[in-house]
């Protein structure tokens, strides 16, 4: 097994248990505030390598969303926003693209494209997996503002969150 | 076929997009309680309307056929308005009730004594149905507002159609006869042998009278009609006619096949039966002593 696919299945269980367990319970222990809730997990969506498959990408998201539905108890909540993301991600990094394009032996990463290009790609991404979150979430666009609120709030202290990962860790691929 | 294929591989990942989403509102609208409910409120909201206008356009062609029925009925109605006035003593009438002397009449049969009559009738539509399955509902564009209340009995002009199980505000769900906990006493219109008329579940065409003693003589064609000992429908409503009849070796019954008059299936209108003593009888009937 190469490198990837380890760090690949490292970042799930990472992400996914430190999401689950620490980030889960620092929301709850936030009581009423549901504007700010840290969303980490998707960043294993992000950071899936450039070479991966499309259908592999949107497969593997939809089993990190139920794994991640399991522990919230909202099945299919999660899941649905994380396969949206993955469909969107081609779109994104097409639109983000550096001058010089990708080497499809790269991962999409601070090490390798810059952070100010990690940060564009990541906040977009995050957006819209949030907005599409609490849209499912709320099920009914009764209340945009709340979503909106909901989506900007959560955005920022996920994207900090997200931010220190990448400086901790810099994977590289 | 190739090009199925190959659209299909070539769109196979937005495609496995659509499955993957498809699946996930799946599980939300199954095992999430709130969204659950937003989804099935919404979706039956709209079932609903969706079925109404359905219902109203069904309507709107069928009204050639509603005309021609509700003429049929005018008809008879006003044979039987004759018929009573004649009973009256009222020679004066002749054979014709033009549409001019018509307000006349029904103003001569205000005078005859109504309050005997226990039965009145609120006229409805039948805006949902089912005839398939053992347990069939109707439900009725008429409810607690219109003045009707639970175990009223449900005609057509054909025949019966049922018991009132639910009243809403606007709307009353009527258990059919075509169901297997409905059991309607009905009687034999030459005879007066009375039994159980119930359904098998089967053919909605058929229903089957048990408990008629085998001593008792039955001829194919006889009419079945409801019994006056019923105390939702009024007695002497049609109901069908004999189809077939057998009694079981052992058995000290007629097992009876009865064909229904109305077609359940196409019912359009029906008319609630209002019994005023209803109430008065079901209470007396209930004290009735049990040594």
């Given at each position: 097994m190469n490198r990837?696919?380890?760090?690949?299945?490292a970042r799930f269980f990472g992400f996914g248990l430190a999401q689950v367990f620490v980030l889960k319970e620092m929301n709850l222990w936030w009581a009423g505030f549901h504007y700010f809730q840290i969303f980490l997990y998707p960043l294993f969506i992000l950071l899936l390598p450039f070479r991966a498959p499309q259908q592999l990408i949107l497969f593997l998201s939809f089993v990190m969303g139920i794994f991640i539905d399991g522990f919230y108890d909202s099945m299919g909540v999660h899941a649905s926003a994380s396969v949206f993301t993955a469909a969107l991600r081609p779109w994104v990094l097409a639109w983000v693209a550096p001058r010089g394009g990708y080497d499809s032996k790269h991962v999409p990463t601070k090490a390798q494209y810059g952070l100010p290009w990690f940060l564009r790609y990541a906040s977009i991404l995050m957006g819209i997996h949030l907005l599409f979150y609490f849209s499912v979430e709320s099920f009914t666009f009764v209340n945009p503002f709340e979503i909106f609120l909901k989506t900007v709030g959560s955005g920022i202290i996920s994207m900090i969150f997200i931010w220190m990962t990448i400086m901790i860790l810099n994977p590289k691929e | 076929m190739r090009g199925l294929l190959q659209f299909l591989y070539a769109?196979?990942?937005?495609?496995?997009?659509?499955?993957l989403e498809i699946i996930c509102f799946l599980l939300i609208i199954n095992f999430n309680e709130k969204q659950g409910i937003i989804w099935w409120s919404t979706a039956s909201a709209t079932i609903g309307a969706a079925e109404k206008t359905k219902d109203n356009i069904a309507q709107y062609f069928a009204l050639g056929k509603e005309n021609?029925?509700?003429?049929?009925?005018?008809?008879?109605l006003r044979k039987r308005l004759h018929q009573l006035l004649?009973?009256?003593?009222?020679?004066?009438?002749?054979?014709?009730?033009?549409?001019?002397?018509?307000?006349?009449?029904l103003k001569d049969t205000a005078?005859?004594?109504?309050?005997?009559?226990?039965?009145?009738?609120?006229?409805?539509?039948?805006?949902n149905n089912s005839i398939v399955g053992t347990s069939n509902f109707l439900t009725l564009d008429k409810g607690k507002r219109h003045g009707i209340k639970e175990d009223m009995g449900v005609i057509s002009k054909d025949g019966i159609?049922?018991?009132v199980r639910k009243v809403s505000e606007h709307y009353a769900l009527v258990m059919s006869i075509l169901h297997k906990d409905a059991s309607i006493i009905a009687s034999i219109r030459r005879t007066g042998a009375?039994?159980?008329?119930?359904w098998d579940g089967k053919d909605a065409r058929y229903m089957y009278l048990n408990n008629i003693p085998r001593h008792l003589e039955i001829q194919m064609k006889d009419t079945v009609q409801t019994s006056h000992h019923s105390d939702i429908f009024p007695k002497a409503i049609l109901i069908?006619?004999?189809?077939?009849?057998y009694a079981a070796s052992g058995s000290n019954f007629h097992t009876i096949r009865v064909k229904l008059n109305n077609n359940l299936g196409r019912l359009q209108h029906a008319y609630v039966i209002v019994n005023k003593h209803y109430a008065e009888r079901s209470d007396l009937e209930a004290q009735q002593p049990n040594e």
């Amino acid at each position: 097994m190469n490198r990837t696919i380890l760090n690949n299945i490292a970042r799930f269980f990472g992400f996914g248990l430190a999401q689950v367990f620490v980030l889960k319970e620092m929301n709850l222990w936030w009581a009423g505030f549901h504007y700010f809730q840290i969303f980490l997990y998707p960043l294993f969506i992000l950071l899936l390598p450039f070479r991966a498959p499309q259908q592999l990408i949107l497969f593997l998201s939809f089993v990190m969303g139920i794994f991640i539905d399991g522990f919230y108890d909202s099945m299919g909540v999660h899941a649905s926003a994380s396969v949206f993301t993955a469909a969107l991600r081609p779109w994104v990094l097409a639109w983000v693209a550096p001058r010089g394009g990708y080497d499809s032996k790269h991962v999409p990463t601070k090490a390798q494209y810059g952070l100010p290009w990690f940060l564009r790609y990541a906040s977009i991404l995050m957006g819209i997996h949030l907005l599409f979150y609490f849209s499912v979430e709320s099920f009914t666009f009764v209340n945009p503002f709340e979503i909106f609120l909901k989506t900007v709030g959560s955005g920022i202290i996920s994207m900090i969150f997200i931010w220190m990962t990448i400086m901790i860790l810099n994977p590289k691929e | 076929m190739r090009g199925l294929l190959q659209f299909l591989y070539a769109n196979s990942s937005f495609l496995l997009f659509i499955l993957l989403e498809i699946i996930c509102f799946l599980l939300i609208i199954n095992f999430n309680e709130k969204q659950g409910i937003i989804w099935w409120s919404t979706a039956s909201a709209t079932i609903g309307a969706a079925e109404k206008t359905k219902d109203n356009i069904a309507q709107y062609f069928a009204l050639g056929k509603e005309n021609r029925i509700l003429l049929d009925e005018n008809a008879a109605l006003r044979k039987r308005l004759h018929q009573l006035l004649v009973m009256q003593g009222d020679t004066t009438v002749g054979d014709s009730i033009s549409r001019e002397n018509l307000p006349a009449l029904l103003k001569d049969t205000a005078n005859v004594d109504t309050s005997k009559n226990e039965y009145s009738f609120i006229s409805a539509n039948v805006i949902n149905n089912s005839i398939v399955g053992t347990s069939n509902f109707l439900t009725l564009d008429k409810g607690k507002r219109h003045g009707i209340k639970e175990d009223m009995g449900v005609i057509s002009k054909d025949g019966i159609v049922g018991r009132v199980r639910k009243v809403s505000e606007h709307y009353a769900l009527v258990m059919s006869i075509l169901h297997k906990d409905a059991s309607i006493i009905a009687s034999i219109r030459r005879t007066g042998a009375f039994g159980g008329l119930q359904w098998d579940g089967k053919d909605a065409r058929y229903m089957y009278l048990n408990n008629i003693p085998r001593h008792l003589e039955i001829q194919m064609k006889d009419t079945v009609q409801t019994s006056h000992h019923s105390d939702i429908f009024p007695k002497a409503i049609l109901i069908g006619t004999v189809d077939t009849f057998y009694a079981a070796s052992g058995s000290n019954f007629h097992t009876i096949r009865v064909k229904l008059n109305n077609n359940l299936g196409r019912l359009q209108h029906a008319y609630v039966i209002v019994n005023k003593h209803y109430a008065e009888r079901s209470d007396l009937e209930a004290q009735q002593p049990n040594e």
